[in-house]
């Protein structure tokens, strides 16, 4: 089966530099959205999901193909292959392992063209002000590329991490859970598609995208 790109309807992405907004003692990212147009090329389904992290780099910066090869990601060490952007560097201090940790985050799925399947900043209490994702560094209940991603961070700053599949969910267990019901399920029927593991695409269909606010640390 081809996919023609030039038929698919222009997806939503969205663009650094991250604008700003304020939220109660923090700064947010905006979800600021641009419509831009696919890119013209005819691919398998399979050729489309090996070379998703360089079609995301396309739909990252608008389309502009200059821009997109002018982007640096590195790899953060150790971290099992999860490469990361830092969109604003922190100044706080550093996660270790046992200390307790409050992100903001946006997470994206590759194998969709980059669909958001969560945000914690839709995530509102009773006054209508984001809450956060709170774990502990080293407790094994998140996915290993967020800690990894978090590890290397400063609080106050934000990174965009490409997560490959090894480090990401291995099982429908893991958080951070999208609690929406009907993105829960087609995030997780997605990365754990019998069929097309079967085909060989496991090591693409499960790369995510997050990008990630360290808020807080609090030290045991």
Request: net charge positive; with cysteine; hydrophobic share 35%.
């Amino acid at each position: 089966m081809t996919l023609a790109f030039s038929a698919l309807a222009p997806y939503q992405v969205s663009l650094p530099p991250a604008p700003q907004c304020q939220t109660r003692n923090q700064t947010r990212i905006r979800s600021d959205i641009q419509t831009v147009s696919p890119v013209s090329l005819i691919t398998t389904r399979r050729s489309l999901l090996h070379h998703s992290s360089t079609i995301l780099l396309y739909f990252i910066t608008g389309g502009d193909a200059s821009a997109a090869s002018a982007v640096k990601f590195f790899e953060i060490a150790g971290s099992g292959g999860v490469k990361a952007l830092e969109l604003r560097a922190g100044s706080g201090g550093t996660p270790r392992d046992g200390d307790e940790v409050a992100i903001h985050y946006y997470g994206r799925l590759a194998a969709k063209q980059g669909w958001r399947f969560d945000s914690t900043y839709d995530h509102k209490d009773e006054t209508g002000y984001s809450i956060p994702f709170v774990f502990t560094v080293g407790s094994r209940k998140v996915i290993p590329g967020i800690e990894a991603a978090v590890k290397s961070m400063k609080v106050g700053g934000i990174l965009r991490a490409v997560i490959p599949p090894s480090q990401g969910y291995q099982s429908t267990s893991q958080e951070p859970i999208p609690p929406n019901f009907f993105d829960r399920q087609r995030l997780f029927t997605t990365i754990f598609n019998p069929t097309r593991l079967a085909n060989g695409e496991g090591s693409t269909l499960g790369t995510l995208v997050f990008d990630i606010e360290l808020v807080s640390i609090r030290r045991p």
